[in-house]
């Protein structure tokens, strides 16, 4: 089993940064590959960056390529979403998730998530 826990959500005004941190527990977080999701109000779970295990490989939604960076630290079984350039079209709650092994880069491909963290940005 593996605990996500997410923070670093809040209320931001376009343009503007944040980020996200997921804190990972209950299994060696080197071996496990990472991403982030988020979920609007209406809408199902968007992929929006993924990083491999060693950190080697990342890929990206084309909608937040150019401003959102996924990076990880396995010293502190943390991986991390900085968010720049900000629109209110980013609003959406963040999810953390992870995988043991690589696949398909939808929701339902990863074996654990965290409860998320909401990202408000006013225009």
């Known amino acids: 089993q593996v605990q996500l826990v997410e923070s670093g959500g809040g209320l931001v005004q376009a343009g503007g940064s944040l980020r996200l941190s997921c804190a990972a527990s209950?299994?060696?977080?080197?071996?496990?590959?990472m991403g982030w999701f988020r979920q609007a109000p209406g809408k199902e779970h968007e992929f929006v960056a993924a990083?491999?295990?060693?950190?080697?490989?990342?890929v990206y939604a084309d909608s937040v390529k150019g401003r959102f960076t996924i990076s990880r630290d396995n010293a502190k079984n943390t991986v991390y979403l900085q968010m720049n350039s900000l629109k209110p079209d980013d609003t959406a709650v963040y999810f953390c998730?992870?995988?043991?092994?690589?696949?398909?880069?939808?929701?339902?491909?990863?074996?654990?998530w965290g409860q998320g963290t909401q990202v408000t940005v006013s225009s």
């Open positions: 998730a992870a995988r043991s092994s690589l696949g398909p880069l939808t929701w339902n491909a990863y074996e654990y």
């Open positions: 209950g299994r060696t977080f080197s071996s496990l590959d």
């Open positions: 990083i491999s295990w060693s950190g080697g490989g990342t």
